[in-house]
């Protein structure tokens, strides 16, 4: 596997029930972020990580858990959705330096598209 | 809030260049400017960044005016499969701060055609 890797690429969920995505990165990078893109509307970001630790919010609500056990892998579980949580969620990753003025891209998944019913 | 202005949707004959405007007119100094794309169904692209001087690579150049207010990127030869959303973002270099991520607008949707 090389890049970025999202499963399951579709997903069908009820309002009710547990699901998780995950996303892996198999580039050595020390950051990766959720971003969800629904129907005519900009990519969103969800949640950033860095170093495994948690560095920004964007106030996304709690029915979505993040979770980043290690540099290569993030989750997001999914738990009690609306119809209007249905998109595209992708997943990136980026090597950042923690100090100077560096900046690498972005490297995205191709995306899990999740439908609510 | 994205930072930039571009026009919604563009046409491009296949093989001839496709020009990309973007405005960023509140940019500031310590800002880059970023261009990204997606495909249908994929995720998001790097394609290249600039500060201040032109930049090329193998996929595009980046012309970025000398006030930094606006800038375009070329597709030298564009073909079928350049068809695709392109974003142009201006982002922080992020000194001192990890996982800085990307704010998206709507970008230009670039129809190439035979």
Not at chain 1, 27 to 34: E, I, Q, T
Not at chain 1, 96 to 105: N, P
Request: net charge neutral.
């Amino acid at each position: 596997e090389t890049g970025v890797t999202q499963t399951p690429r579709h997903l069908v969920m009820g309002m009710t029930n547990k699901k998780s995505l995950k996303c892996e990165q198999h580039l050595g990078h020390n950051a990766m972020y959720w971003y969800k893109q629904s129907a005519k509307k900009p990519l969103e970001l969800m949640f950033v990580y860095s170093l495994e630790e948690r560095v920004e919010n964007n106030s996304v609500p709690s029915r979505f858990s993040p979770e980043c056990p290690n540099s290569s892998h993030l989750f997001l579980h999914l738990h009690t959705l609306q119809p209007e949580d249905s998109a595209l969620y992708l997943c990136a990753s980026s090597q950042e330096l923690l100090t100077g003025a560096q900046y690498y891209e972005q490297y995205f998944g191709p995306g899990t598209r999740l439908t609510v019913t | 809030d994205a930072k930039t202005t571009q026009p919604p949707s563009m046409d491009c004959a296949e093989g001839r260049a496709a020009n990309l405007p973007c405005n960023h007119s509140t940019i500031s100094g310590n800002e880059y400017v970023y261009w990204y794309r997606q495909i249908h169904s994929q995720g998001p692209q790097y394609i290249i960044h600039g500060l201040k001087n032109n930049e090329t690579n193998e996929m595009a150049s980046l012309i970025i005016t000398e006030d930094r207010k606006s800038s375009t990127l070329i597709l030298p030869h564009a073909t079928l499969r350049d068809t695709a959303v392109y974003y142009c973002i201006v982002r922080l270099s992020p000194a001192n701060q990890a996982g800085t991520a990307l704010i998206f607008g709507k970008g230009t949707t670039l129809s190439v055609s035979s």
